[in-house]
């Protein structure tokens, strides 16, 4: 039997809704809850039951109505970025070709398996790390493995990651013989001062050279990352970066908030006073909002709340994949993977991902069950990312029972809602689209705090 709806009775905190303010692009939360929205799932798995979980999911023929992908990962980097908490490993030549036998004999073991043949991928991702400090050799291999391997969909993302820096000619034509048809490559600024003070590689002048040249080319998508609220970055120089952007003829752009964490380079150099604080969340806020209100001005397409594309060439694919639920398959030490409703992470260091593969083991060091409902909580946050939820998208019970956390939404400046019938949708504002991870995690909270809302407007449906 349903318990009847009161409205009354409903729990709404300011965690879900925001809170008033005059400026809500500044202050509707005091800061970013994650990197990522979403919830949990159960305890972790001993290792011994996670690696018969993951055997078991692999031998299933399973197809998913969501699509799948393939996540590739490559632990290192030339140098550690003052900012950036994925550095692992120091790249060594030695290293890596030790790491890139196993990472291929990781690939094939998983290739045969039913699961893997059992419906094309949509996207290939090989991130890090620094993917581009491979050779020229090891980035035509690993596309071509990948191609002989794998069932790929004709029109399948197969993106490279990486840094403009030695990304030289040979690599790049090796990439494309390889197949790949996307590169993703870290920029942060083009500003030489904030660059140096990030310790990236190159100043501005060569590296927008290098951007331009390969953009020129016309023969893959090429979307950069941009980073706001850096040491030594303003207004002004946040302008620079948009207008670059532009002008480098890229088909794509990320705009990344900086998340600053314990113990970074950042932190470090703030406290032996190399560099003045950072700017602080209400300062970043309004960075946001210049580079989205620039791209609008000149036509750019919101793939995402942080993602502009200047071309149909960009569909930014694994990104909204891995955002909305889709299968993701692992290879790599420290790659993070999503089968049948069971989240997993390889292990990070390299030594315990080589011995499970030496081992004929596969290598897990977590898994977990996602909640029961991860589907619509995946279609939830992917409808947050692209700034517009709909009944379809993410259910319409529960788009009904979330009316009294829309109202609050509009109410602070986070949405504006459109409801008449069979047109009913919201769509965040600027404000809400730079809060779409608090949002996403707001309005999954107050699912989970009232599902009497939830349940009545099922009964109603
Ligand atoms: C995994 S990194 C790989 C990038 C590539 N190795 C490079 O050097 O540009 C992917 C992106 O994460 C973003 N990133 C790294 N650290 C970040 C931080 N602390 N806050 C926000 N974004 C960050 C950067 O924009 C970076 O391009
Ligand atoms: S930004 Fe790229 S190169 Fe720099 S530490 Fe992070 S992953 Fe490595």
Known sequence: MSTPFDPCSLTL?????????????????AAKTGAHAGRGGTPPMTAGAARQQLSSLLAQSSASSQGRALYVHIPFCRVRCSFCNFFKYAASAELMANYFDLLLLDLERKAVQPWSQAQPFDAVYIGGGTPTDL????????????QQCLPLA??????????????????????????????????????????????????REPLLAQLKRLTASNAATIAIDLMYGLPHQTADSWQQDLEDTLSAGVDGVDLYQLIQFKGSGIERDVEK?????PMDSPQRALLYQQGSR??????????????WATSNKERSRYNSLAKSGAEI?????????SLAGFGYMQPRDIEPWQQAIENNQWPVAMMMVKPANYLQDAALVGACDTGLLTPA?????RFRAAQPLFAKWQQHGLAKLNIQAGQDCVELTTAGKFWSVNMANGMLQYLNQNPQAVEACETAA
């Open 135 to 146: 050779t020229a050799a090891q980035i035509f291999t690993l596309g071509q493995r990948i």
């Open 154 to 203: 004709d029109d399948c993302e197969i993106t490279l990651e990486g840094r403009l820096n030695k990304f030289d000619d040979d690599k790049f034509a090796s990439a494309l013989k390889a197949g790949f048809n996307r590169f993703s490559f870290g920029v942060q600024s083009f500003d030489t001062q904030v660059r140096r003070a990030a310790k990236r590689l190159d100043d």
């Open 393 to 397: 998208q993410i259910g319409a019970a």
């Open 13 to 29: 905190t300011e965690a879900m809704t925001g809170r008033p303010s005059p400026s809500p692009l500044q202050y509707a939360f």
């Open 294 to 307: 620039y791209f609008a001005q000149h036509g750019l397409k919101q793939l995402s709340y942080c993602h």
């Open 273 to 277: 006073g190399r560099i003045t604080q």
């Open 329 to 337: 398959l692992a290879v790599g030490a420290g790659a993070g993977g």
